[in-house]
């Protein structure tokens, strides 16, 4: 390991299991101390445990490394508040937040239930929205007092986010949401020395090894495990770094060995005839623009 976190202090949602785990670890490994922020939920987000958190926090410390759990629903505002909190009673201080909690319910679009829609916008797109939103005030409020931090926020995106994905019409419009919120963020706390990224993982957790089973299938024995969580945390380490100085508004997929720089909504094919279309004129202009663009991704589990 070569201690790229040394003393900086991390906060990860959803880190009592799958991905988050491994960011948990991985940045400990790295040096930093981690505030390991899980609800214990099953894959469906119902119920709840400490003991996933804890389970992780006890794990770093076995291995010399600190951490603190925290246990708060940071879909609320005072869970979100605290998790910031808790790190800086813990650790006096807070350097990089990543927003990675969530879970699946998913439904084809005429049987997703209205709480199905709600459930899950609350835990992706809330549950990324209010840690941010308290741990920029904090950030923000150093920067006025003369202490500019060097603070990055890492935000977890998906495939589904990016392309779409048969099936889960409401986590795909969250994780698409996200990466609007990254841009917005980016833009915003520049100027107090926050670095704001998101990444689109594909990883075997609880959300995907049954619904992508075939793909997240664990392979044969001595043969590289693409699929391993442990793979995507050594870009969330880099990015809660320092050394990833100069680095925001960025989005990448990160799959076993592989990472992408993803490049989204650019301008492609214009025209412009400076008066107001006809409708039955701007039907073959559309259709000559599309001739010229490049074609469209396939939805994920389109037929």
């Not at 010229?292 to 389109?302: H, I, L, S």
Request: aromatic share 4%.
């Amino acid at each position: 390991m070569t201690g790229i976190c040394t003393g900086r202090v991390a906060a990860v949602t959803g880190a009592g299991r799958g991905l988050g785990r491994a960011h948990a670890l991985a940045l400990a490994a790295e040096g930093a101390a981690v505030v390991v922020n899980d609800l214990g939920v099953a894959a469906d987000g119902a119920g709840a445990s400490t003991g996933p958190a804890q389970q992780v926090v006890e794990e770093i410390r076995a291995h010399g490394g600190r951490a603190v759990a925290h246990t708060g629903d940071i879909t609320t505002d005072d869970g979100a508040g605290s998790l910031v909190a808790t790190a800086l009673d813990a650790f006096g201080r807070l350097d990089a937040l990543v927003n990675n909690a969530g879970f699946l319910r998913d439904r084809m679009l005429v049987n997703l239930d209205e709480d199905d829609w709600d459930a899950v916008m609350r835990v992706h797109l809330k549950g990324h929205f209010l840690p941010l939103k308290h741990a920029a005030a904090h950030w923000r409020a150093e920067a006025k007092a003369g202490r500019t931090p060097d603070a990055r926020v890492i935000n977890t995106s998906s495939g589904a986010g990016l392309l779409g994905s048969v099936g889960q019409g409401n986590y795909s419009a969250a994780k698409a949401g996200i990466l609007g919120l990254t841009l917005v963020a980016a833009a915003e706390l520049g100027r107090y020395g926050v670095q704001t990224n998101a990444i689109a993982p594909a990883a075997r957790t609880r959300m995907t090894e049954q619904t992508f089973a075939e793909t997240m299938a664990t392979p044969a024995e001595g043969a590289f495990d693409a699929m391993a969580p442990e793979n995507v945390s050594p870009l969330v380490v880099w990015l809660a770094s320092a050394d990833s100085t100069g680095v925001t508004g960025r989005v990448f997929e990160a799959e076993g060995g592989r990472i992408t720089v993803m490049e989204g909504w650019r301008p492609g094919p214009t025209t412009d005839q400076g008066a107001r279309w006809a409708p039955a004129k701007v039907g073959q202009a559309v259709r000559d623009l599309l001739t010229a663009a490049e074609p469209a991704q396939p939805v994920y589990g389109a037929r």
